[in-house]
């Protein structure tokens, strides 16, 4: 027997590794723009649900390429040249931070407040506080900063 159902993208019953992309077309609300894709994609053949499983499945850089991106990656992460702090705000250069890291701490215990004065792209920030000729080179890890 054979038979066909018309649904939404966002309504199809995927699975596996299809169903991990459709959460995240859906979560990003791109499932109108990929279901033309994938409409295109099959042409003038009536695909099954197999076929549109494993094209959400096995397609996912060329999905993320036609809207727009780089690759899968990029599209669900984001631009992987950006850092967060730990609390998920992006970090840039010139912005006031706390080092969560035993040289973030003055003698007192108190935590001493940085600026971001460069960015070597790999998720390390360069660090200075006061008067930056006394401070040299202090690279902190993303992750243990705090904007402030």
Request: proline content about 1%; glycine content about 8%; hydrophobic content about 35%.
């Amino acid at each position: 027997m054979e038979y066909k159902i018309e649904c939404d993208l966002d309504q199809f019953d995927a699975w596996s590794g299809g169903n991990d992309t459709l959460k995240v077309l859906i979560e990003k609300g791109v499932c109108d723009e990929v279901q033309f894709l994938i409409e295109e994609a099959f042409c003038n053949e009536i695909p099954t649900d197999t076929d549109i499983n494993d094209f959400l499945w096995f397609e996912r850089d060329f999905i993320a390429q036609h809207l727009g991106y780089k690759d899968w990656d990029e599209f669900e992460y984001g631009d992987e040249d950006t850092y967060k702090d730990i609390n998920g705000v992006e970090l840039a250069v010139s912005d006031e931070v706390k080092w969560h890291d035993e040289a973030g701490y003055d003698v007192d215990g108190s935590m001493i407040t940085f600026t971001i004065v460069e960015d070597n792209g790999d998720g390390f920030f360069n660090l200075s506080y006061g008067d930056e000729d006394e401070n040299p080179d202090r690279w902190a890890y993303y992750t243990e900063l705090e904007i402030v």
